[in-house]
């Protein structure tokens, strides 16, 4: 029991998961205990448990997993945050419970699944259970197929998705286990119970003895349908609900809706689509055509096999559907018409909607060939036409129907009747609008009295079905002709017909007529008018649509009128009116009387006509009284209003009494049912008031309580009827401004415009201005509702009256139409019918449009016109496309049967040549506007097409495709886009631009949709694959429309879609989903039934509630926008659109400068950074472009808006001009005021600078170069540094104005080319001016090419990047330039190389050609022959490349060498940028240079340098500060490029290019020097030190040995690496960074160095060999011990190893070792002493005791013996825990040795062995002979007289003699001459002195002691060419030694150094401390002459100046003289 109290201590997670099962039992007992206490399902308790439920169910001890079972349900039940655990917890149950033999675990693990999908997750249950069908262990898949049969059996084919169950009952049903296939039959049953036949199917292919079985379980299947039995938590209320109905025993709505909706799924979904449209015979289209009708009928035989498949897949079947068509109409032989007939049934069975777009084609054949007799025939066009009726609407085959109905053959009128039947019962009420069912009524109403009875039976039938489907209501208005007889017939005929949606269509729809039902009727009715908003929503014509779903009774007009196309006035407000009066019928005086005496006084009835005024008015209000105490129904209207017309009636003259009269018609028309009768009464007496000054406006009031009562449509007609019919023009202008006011009060719904519109037309040719400008104003507010297409009216108008139309509608747009206030309650009962109405035909559409008549065109598309557009030849095909336009334009409005028109217009945007292409699109926009809505039946063949040139790669023709799809767009609403697959398939395409135009359509369009397209999801894995296209611009777009798909599909669907990605984009994808998700809009709500909101409630077409961000393209069509494109998806609200639209220029002057004090740049903090982070995360476009496009001005629009004031923005972005120069002018203005405004906006500016480059506007252009001159100017006195993603954007395109034709822009464009080299270094410039030489313009090639040669001649040739070869080479190429002037330019500018680099140009070029040659050689001659020309143009030019530059210099000008100077300091200025460094390196070329040119003035200045550089010591550290600071605003993003600059320089360390190298050598040094900087290389040490070891590889093996190359030239390059590498080693930081392998190579590149015999050749070589001597030392003391320690034991191996090694190599080795010995006591401690001992354990176990004894030499064993008795010494008894490294310490040799050695050392006296230890390499045994004693003395004398090792040796002395005191050297001085004993005592004193003075410092073998930076190069080549010991008499080989130095030192040294005391100093002062002077090593002479050249002209110093050096200065001077001359001397002879 101890194990139990241990764990019953634990807390219940942990016991959850102990080992033990029992902790684990005991845990989920109390976790179950915990969760049926918790009652609170959001409790945070049970978060805790999330992560443990998946260890419940699939525990691996039984009885524990039950329990764990039983948690788990209790969980999964009442946590609220359970279905986080969904997926995990049903994997879980699948693989672990469902495969366990306990029953009970399994019906546990059932019950959590159904309990998962309870709580709504059950697509993610379904998911696990069916991957659980691939399970091999039946026992699962047995139990998943349980699971879901219970789970749809329970929960119904709602919730559970049959689909992908239906795709895997093949595979069960063929399972080898019996237990399998009969859970497989159980499913099959249950699912048959939900869907019947559709699962017949998709099981046809299992085994037929199976399908018997199944057929029979299916048979015995209850008829009812099913029914839930188990709700989802978000259902339970509608559960509650169902028991109480079922209890009332009431099944009412809420069942039959749901019993209604359950057969959901269709069998066509189940199945696999099939592609036949390859699989069709080779020539199947010339056998069809052909002569036999045999072998057509073969042709067709094989299509009829093909279209048998039951779902085929989408494709053009637009030739196949042809040659069907045209064997249906046209072949004799019946069989095929019949075969052909089968074919096409089967294609509309197969493709269902998607063969939509071929119905309208085939339908007009087929009818007509019902002509014939045979019943086979007759059959099987029946099953076509009705196949093909069922993959479209009725809306869209009505007009070709209609039109066959007329035929005269009585079958064809027979069969078209009977079709339309049939297509009926597939109607319901509200697919069965009026404006439909008019025509067709009025058809079948001719076809009742045919001649035939067979013809009138087919009428009777399908009135009959219309009457069934929409009710009495509907149909009875159109049969009041109709005798009783035959209105019997066609009732009766209503009784017998079976509707396909059932019985419940027409009752709805009656109920509908009476009293709306509210549930159902509200949603039909909003989605009615979702459609109509979506589909419509850039036009007009909505507006006046969508107003209609809220007036309620008025709206009936505008929907059927635009449908049918030929409803009037009549139609209009038919079933408002029913619904509450059948008009009235005119009442005799007599009667009226009669009625109105019965309601109102008798003495007012008598006073009516009296005389007296005053008894009249006293009767009106006695009138008055009456009337508002009466009670609608007992008030008689007409009676009333007779009485009121009564004599005086209209004609009354008493000004109140009318006033009276016209009040109480008001009165009456409110109050009562007021009918049109009674309105025709007392219209025209108010028309003829309405003019009246003082009874106008009560005559408006009547006149609008009267178009309340009987709608305005009628009303208004009336009264402008009767207005235009008088002569009255006050009566005409009046009764248009009532109209005009009326209309903004009751909506536009059903007005009928085209009578308007002959009125008005009338009106504005009145004479009376007052007339004219009324109609004006009616027009104005026309337009609101209308929209654009209301100006076609008028375009034939004067000019003068079209310009004042034209600016009312101007003054109109963009505004919203008032919300309606009247006409909207009173009918609300008939508000429902909107609904029914909607929701097929989308959108009423320009109902406008509608009320025009179309014209036919179908009979000039002749097939000479269709051949003509498809001809060979681009001419004819251009006239055949004129001629269309031609006929559309002369037909304005046009019917949608247009023949063959589309198939040729298709063919023709994908024709080769563009402008035709540009043309068909023209057409194709003004077919749309043309055919108005009924252009939605081309969407498929005609609409998709043009979305396809959206891929076009000409930016022109891809925005006339936009223009043309938006145009499409509003014709006909988003909806038919979006279904099917066309569009996602145009998606799938891999076209950037095809996916981005797209992408940027939807996302203009999506948030206008209020119903989710069905079809959008298909788009969505496309959407995916936009987001990680390859293009950045797509990306982008994709990413933009990402909010708006998700706002239709929601973020649920959108992520459980990517689940088919892979992993690496599946997360990519999903983080973007997630910003989506914060961005995403909400969607437009549907508006309510009647709230009249004003923004949002008359035409949310227009203006969406605010919630919804629109897009204002819902606006008016394409031209009344300011620009489409501008407004940005999100968010841009309509007034600030069309504020933008329509400028008002008429500002006042005081207004606008009041807007224009203040900044016009504001400075938001880190606001560039910020961009520059967007942009550099791809979060906004590159500004990148060949010509910028609209979404780069809107980006740029965006970031401006927050940091510029929003008045100059205006003149920014401006269309015209001359606001651009206005907006130049004041940036100029406020250029030096706001300098931290204009630096902090800098880069928006370049980039707006750039859009002004693309301008065609020469004076923009000047004015903009003038700006930036002033702005580069500005930033250099600044010291501002562009950053890269400025000069990127903007440089590109400044070079591009460098080819301009005009002098005058070339040379300003230049000019700033110059000075922005102050502010970007030119290294970075001159890849940008390469680019420009590759341009198509010769002229800018040319000054491309100038500029080049420029940079070089100022800057040196490190400016040519990537290198001066490649560079070269790209120049060298333009030689043989078609063009005069870039030969010319491209021979100059190599010439200019020429000059600063000499013959070794030739190398960088490579070969040219012949004739290239020759020019480039003849170039060079003849500029050779005027030396003195060139240095004087150069002179001469440069001072003006740095006039204006070097203002800020702030030193004396003396004369031209100043002006490199200037140059300098930029340069220096520049080094904030560590990459700019490499500019200052050009010094060295252009100074050779004028020294060769002017040795005058060298030859005086020289000796200046050393002392001036001397005394101003500290100068050059103070100038850098300040740039430094200058540069800080982009300090981070210097940082952030350091890492790649430092890696591309010194991936150019190794170059093998010499120069390359040095110069990236001179760069790293300039970082290493700067400990500010120096960090900067943390990181990269190994990386460098890698590069240096190669490049010293790559001297060794290539540079020494090539004949060629200057030797001075590889001195130069050793200098550079040694003295970086000291300036690395110095900074112990860094140094330690190094790593072993590294610094292993590196040593052995050192050494080896040190022996190359080649190296002392050279006249500069000893000076190298000692410097790699110090470097050595540097290295050793500062790397890290370790890794230095192991690199040489490693080092030492390996060159004892091979046996190319030369024994002097090891030496070096072993001296180097000894080294690190002797520092070992300071450095133990830092050691890894296991790495070592493990090191030295290799190295033993390589060369054992024996083989080392084998040496030539004894020195390895020493070293070794030395370094390891060091050690035991340091470390004692200790050292042997420090073997862990050493896998077996047994077998080690090293063990046993340490071993020895510390018991040696335990038997001696310390002092001794500390003392032998100490000595190292001198005595190794205690019994050294004496010999050896003196064979070590005869070695370090022998060192001391070799000419290297000289100090080496004297420091080995020392070392002995301070050791063993008692030593004799005598003998060995003995021999030797007095000069070198005395050397070697002043050595030794020297040493001591030293070696006091700075404390002890442990010097090396043989190295000398150094102060910080550099070491003393020992003068001596022999000992005895020394002076003697005081130095008084300096012999002269001392002095010649001495000049060979200072030759070394030619100018000075740039490191922090303290004086350099001359060499006498040295040998004769030993007190004074020596300071080194291996400075040139350290820097290269490049870096020597520049910083000597920029003392030399800082200072004024007289060249007699002296200096502490005493006489050496002089000396030193001549030796600089000297060497410069004998330089220069040599670069002579080598130019010649």
Not at 766 to 791: C, F, H, K, Q, W
Not at 1405 to 1429: F, N, Q, T, V
Not at 1858 to 1872: G, H, Q, R
Not at 1943 to 1970: I, M
Request: some cysteine.
């Amino acid at each position: 029991m101890g194990d139990d109290s241990e764990w019953m201590k634990l807390p219940l997670d942990q016991k959850c998961e102990h080992k033990l099962w029992k902790a684990r039992l005991s845990g989920y007992e109390e976790a179950l205990k915990i969760f049926q206490k918790i009652k609170d399902e959001k409790s945070p308790e049970w978060s805790k448990f999330l992560g443990l439920i998946k260890k419940f169910v699939t525990d691996s001890n039984a009885v524990v997993q039950l329990k764990g079972l039983e948690a788990a349900l209790v969980y999964v039940e009442n946590a609220h945050v359970a279905g986080k655990t969904t997926g995990e917890v049903v994997s879980g149950v699948v693989s672990k419970v469902f495969n366990q033999p306990k029953a009970k675990a399994k019906e546990l693990g059932i019950e959590i699944c159904l309990m998962y999908i309870e709580i709504e997750k059950g697509e993610a249950v379904q998911e696990e259970l069916l991957k659980g069908l691939d399970s091999k262990n039946p026992k699962i898949v047995v139990a998943c197929i349980e699971t879901l049969r219970k789970a749809l059996s329970e929960f119904g084919s709602k919730i559970i998705l049959l689909k992908p169950i239906i795709k895997v009952l093949p595979k069960l049903f063929e399972s080898r286990e019996k237990a399998i296939r009969d859970e497989a039959k159980l499913i099959a049953v249950e699912i048959y119970r939900w869907i019947r036949d559709a699962l017949r199917p998709p099981l046809q292919n299992i085994n037929p003895v199976q399908l018997k079985e199944l057929e029979e379980e299916w048979v015995k299947l209850p008829t009812g349908a099913p029914k839930p039995a188990r709700f989802l938590r978000s259902q339970q209320e509608l559960e509650a609900k169902l028991e109480q109905q079922q209890s009332a025993g009431g099944d009412a709505e809420g069942g039959g809706d749901d019993g209604d909706e359950v057969p959901q799924i269709d069998a066509y979904e189940l199945l696999e689509a099939v592609e036949i449209l390859s699989k069709l015979p080779k020539d199947f289209y010339d056998k069809i055509e052909a002569k036999k009708w045999q072998e057509r009928k073969e042709a067709l035989e094989a299509v009829e096999v093909l279209v048998k498949n039951p779902k085929l897949e989408a494709g053009d079947y637009a030739d196949l559907v042809k040659a069907l068509k045209k064997v249906v109409g046209k072949d004799t032989n019946v069989m095929l018409v019949a075969l052909a007939a089968k074919c096409l049934t089967g294609l509309a069975v197969g493709l269902r909607k998607k063969f939509g777009q071929y119905a309208g084609h085939v339908v007009p054949t087929i009818l007509e060939k019902f002509k014939e007799k045979k019943p086979q025939v007759v059959q099987a066009l029946q099953e076509a036409i009705d196949a093909i009726f069922l993959t479209t609407t009725l809306q869209n085959i009505s007009e070709d129907v209609l039109a066959v109905m007329d035929n005269k053959n009585p079958t064809i009128k027979q069969q078209t009747s009977l079709f339309i039947a049939r297509s009926f019962r597939h109607c319901t009420a509200s697919t069965l609008p009026k404006s439909l069912l008019k025509p067709f009524c009025a058809a079948l109403l001719k076809h009742i009295n045919d001649s035939a009875p067979e013809v009138r039976d087919a009428a009777f039938e399908a009135l009959g079905t219309a009457l069934k489907v929409v009710g009495e209501k509907a149909v009875n208005p159109f049969l009041a002709d109709v005798d009783k007889l035959k209105l019997d017939k066609i009732k009766e005929c209503s009784e017998k017909v079976e509707l396909v949606h059932g019985k419940k269509a027409g009752l709805a729809a009656d109920k509908k007529d009476f009293k709306p039902v509210p549930g159902r009727a509200a949603a039909s009715g909003a989605a009615g008018d979702k459609d109509t908003k979506d589909t419509s929503a850039p036009k007009a014509g909505p507006l006046k649509k969508a107003p209609a779903a809220k007036p309620g009774g008025p709206p009936k007009k505008g929907k059927p009128a635009a449908q049918g196309g030929t409803g009037g006035a009549g139609t209009k407000s038919k079933k408002a009116v029913e619904a509450k009066e059948v008009v009235e019928p005119e009442l005799s005086i007599e009667v009226c009387e009669e009625k109105a005496s019965a309601v109102l006084p008798a003495t007012c009835i008598q006073l009516l006509d009296s005389s007296n005024w005053k008894e009249r008015l006293a009767c009106m209000e006695e009138f008055q009284k009456a009337v508002e105490l009466m009670d609608r129904t007992e008030m008689p209207c007409q009676a009333l209003v007779r009485m009121l017309a009564k004599k005086p009636g209209w004609k009354e003259t008493n000004f109140q009494v009318m006033q009276m009269k016209l009040h109480i018609v008001a009165l009456i028309a409110q109050k009562g049912n007021f009918s049109k009768t009674s309105a025709q009464i007392v219209l025209d007496g108010l028309v003829d008031k309405i003019g009246d000054v003082k009874c106008g406006n009560n005559a408006k009031e009547a006149m609008t309580a009267i178009a309340e009562a009987c709608v305005l449509p009628w009303t208004a007609e009336q009264v402008m009827s009767m207005a235009f019919s008088q002569k009255n023009p006050k009566n005409q202008s009046e009764t248009l401004n009532w109209l005009s006011n009326a209309i903004k009060e009751f909506g536009f719904s059903g007005l009928n415009v085209k009578a308007f519109i002959s009125n008005v037309k009338t009106a504005l040719a009145a004479t009376n201005p007052a007339v004219r400008t009324s109609a004006i104003t009616l027009l104005g507010v026309m337009y609101l509702y209308v929209g654009p297409s209301l100006r076609m009216f008028f375009e034939d108008e004067k000019p003068a009256l079209l310009s004042q139309i034209d600016a009312e509608f101007e003054k109109m747009q963009g505004q919203n139409p008032p919300a309606p206030t009247r006409g909207v309650s009173k009918h609300s009962a008939s508000g429902t019918d909107e609904g029914e109405d909607g929701d097929e035909p989308d959108d009423g559409g320009n109902d406008a449009v509608d009320l025009l008549p179309r014209t036919e065109i179908s009979d000039k598309i002749t097939s000479e016109l269709v051949s003509k557009i498809g001809d060979k030849n681009w001419k004819i095909r251009k006239e055949g496309l004129d001629e269309v336009a031609a006929i559309i334009n002369e037909a304005k409005f046009i019917q949608p049967n247009i023949g063959e028109l589309p198939t040729a217009l298709k063919g023709r945007l994908n024709d080769s040549n563009k402008i035709l292409v540009q043309q068909t699109l023209t057409i194709l926009q003004q077919l749309a506007v043309a055919m108005g809505p009924n252009i939605k039946q081309h969407v498929k063949n005609l609409g998709i097409p043009i979305i396809t040139v959206l891929g076009d790669s000409k930016n022109n023709v891809r925005s006339a495709a936009l223009a043309t799809v938006n145009a499409w767009a509003e014709q006909t609403g988003m909806k038919e886009w979006l279904e099917g697959e066309d569009l996602s398939e145009e998606l799938k395409k891999e076209n950037p631009f095809l996916r981005q135009e797209l992408l940027g359509w939807l996302a203009e369009k999506l948030p206008t949709l209020r119903s989710t397209p069905t079809d959008l999801t298909l788009c969505v894995p496309h959407l995916y694959s936009c987001l990680e296209d390859r293009n950045g611009d797509v990306r982008k777009k994709a990413q933009d429309a990402l909010p708006f798909f998700m706002m239709h599909l929601g973020y649920e669907k959108m992520a459980k879609a990517t689940g088919k990605l892979k992993p690496t984009s599946k997360d990519q994808v999903l983080a973007m989903l997630e910003k989506a998700k914060a961005n995403m809009p909400a969607k437009p709500t549907a508006p309510a039934k009647a709230t009249p909101k004003p923004a949002g409630g008359s035409a949310p077409a227009r203006s969406q509630p605010a919630s919804a961000p629109v897009e204002d393209s819902v606006s008016g069509t394409v031209d009344s926008r300011p620009d489409p494109k501008k407004a940005k998806a999100l968010g841009v609200s309509s007034k600030t659109k069309t504020a933008q639209g329509k400028k008002v220029p008429s500002k006042t002057s005081l207004k606008e400068d009041e807007d224009k004090s203040g900044p016009i740049f504001i400075v938001v903090p880190n606001g560039k950074e910020q961009r520059m982070k967007d942009e550099k995360g791809l979060k906004v476009l590159k500004w990148n472009f060949t010509t910028p496009r609209d979404e780069y001005i809107e980006q740029l629009k965006t970031q401006m808006s927050s940091c510029v004031a929003k008045w100059l923005q205006d003149e920014m972005f401006h269309s015209d001009f001359q606001h651009h120069n206005k907006a130049l002018a004041v940036m100029v203005d406020h250029l030096e005021s706001e300098k931290e405004g204009v630096i902090g906006c800098l880069d928006l500016i370049l980039k707006w600078v750039t859009l002004r480059f693309f301008d065609t506007n020469t004076s923009v252009l000047m004015k903009t170069l003038e700006y930036l001159k002033l702005l580069f100017t500005l930033l250099s006195d600044e010291e501002y540094h562009l950053t890269e993603n400025e000069a990127s954007s903007f440089i590109p395109y400044l070079i591009l104005k460098v080819g301009e034709p005009k002098d005058v822009i070339r040379k300003d464009v230049r000019a700033i080319l110059n000075r922005m080299c102050l502010v970007y270094p030119a290294s970075k410039m001159f890849p940008f001016i390469m680019e420009g030489t590759k341009s198509k313009n010769s002229k800018q090639r040319a000054e491309c090419l100038e500029e080049l040669g420029c940079l070089v001649e100022s800057y040196g040739m490190n400016v040519c990047q990537p290198t001066p070869g490649k560079a070269l080479k790209e120049i060298a190429i333009h030689i043989g330039d078609r063009d005069n002037a870039v030969r010319n330019a491209a021979l100059n500018t190599i010439v200019t190389v020429y000059n600063v680099y000499g013959d070794q140009v030739f190398k960088l070029i490579g070969a040219l050609s012949e004739k290239d040659m020759s020019m480039l050689e003849e170039r060079i001659k003849r500029s050779a022959k005027r030396p003195s020309a060139a240095p004087v143009k150069q002179v001469e030019e440069k001072p003006q490349r740095t006039q204006s530059i070097s203002s800020n210099t702030n030193m004396l000008r003396k004369g031209p060498a100043e002006d490199m100077s200037s140059k300098l300091n930029q340069a220096r200025s520049m080094s904030g940028h560590p990459e700019t460094a490499q500019m200052v390196r050009r010094e060295f070329q252009l100074d050779l240079d004028e020294i060769e040119n002017d040795n005058g003035t060298v030859r005086c200045e020289m000796p200046e340098l050393v002392q001036h550089k001397l005394d101003d010591i500290f100068e050059p550290v103070l100038i850098p500060e300040p740039k430094i600071r200058a540069v800080s605003p982009h300090f981070d993003d210097m940082h952030s490029n350091t890492a790649s600059t430092i890696n591309f320089i010194i991936s150019q360390v190794a170059s093998g290019d010499i120069n390359t190298s040095i110069q990236a050598l001179t760069q790293i040094d300039e970082v290493l020097r700067q400990e500010d900087k120096a960090e900067a290389m943390s990181g990269h040490i190994d990386q460098f030190l890698i590069a240096t070891f190669m490049q010293l590889r790559l001297i060794y093996n290539t540079h020494m040995a090539d004949e060629k190359l200057e030797k001075d030239e590889i001195i130069k390059l050793y200098s550079c690496i040694i003295g970086n590498m000291i300036s690395l080693f110095q900074i112990e930081s860094l140094a330690r960074e190094a790593s072993t392998g590294v610094l292993k190579d590196l040593m052995h590149g050192l050494i080896t160095l040190m022996l190359d015999s080649r190296i002392e050749d050279l006249e500069e070589g000893q000076q190298v060999v000692r410097s790699v001597n110090l470097l050595v030392v540097k290295v050793l003391e500062k790397s890290d011990q370790t890794n230095i320690l192991s690199a040489l034991l490693v080092l030492l191996q390996d060159s004892l190893l091979a046996t190319a090694s030369s024994p002097k190599f090891s030496e070096l080795v072993m001296k180097c070792l000894w080294r690190m010995v002797r520092l070992l006591p300071d450095t133990i401690n830092s050691i890894n002493l296991d790495r070592i001992l493990l090191d030295i354990h290799i190295f033993m176990k390589v060369f054992p005791k024996e083989k080392l004894k084998q040496c030539k030499s004894e020195f390895p064993i020493r070293t070794l013996k030395t370094l390891l008795h060091t050690l035991c010494k340091l470390k004692g008894p200790k050292i042997l825990d420090h073997l862990t490294m050493i896998d077996n310490k047994n077998e080690s040799e090293l063990e046993a040795h340490l071993c020895r050695m510390m018991k040696h050392s335990m038997d001696q006296t310390g002092s001794k062995s500390d003392k032998e230890t100490e000595k190292g390499a001198s005595r190794m045994d205690e019994k050294s002979s004496k010999a050896k004693v003196n064979d070590f003395l005869a070695e370090i004398f022998k060192k001391i007289g070799s000419k290297e090792n000289t100090k080496e040796g004297l420091a080995e002395l020392y070392e002995y003699k301070k050791k063993y005191s008692d030593a004799d050297i005598e003998p060995f001085l003995k021999n030797s001459s007095q000069f070198f004993q005395s050397y070697v005592e002043r050595g030794l004193r020297v040493i001591e002195m030293e070696r006091e003075g700075k404390g002890r410092l442990p010097t090396s073998a043989g190295i000398s002691p150094q102060l910080e930076v550099t070491c003393v190069p020992t003068a001596t080549s022999t000992v005895s060419s020394l002076g003697n010991t005081n130095g008084e008499e300096v012999g002269p080989s001392v002095y010649l030694e001495r000049l060979k130095i200072l030759r070394q030192r030619c100018g000075l040294d740039n490191t922090k150094q303290d004086e350099r005391p001359p060499l006498t100093s040295l040998l004769s002062k030993p007190a004074v401390p020596t300071v080194a002077s291996s400075t040139d090593m350290l820097h290269s002479k490049l870096s020597q002459l520049r910083e000597s050249r920029e003392q030399q002209q800082h200072s004024d110093l007289d060249s007699s100046q002296s200096h502490s050096s005493g006489p050496v200065t002089s000396s030193s001077s001549t030796a600089n003289i000297d060497d410069l001359k004998k330089r220069l001397e040599r670069i002579k002879s080598s130019r010649k």
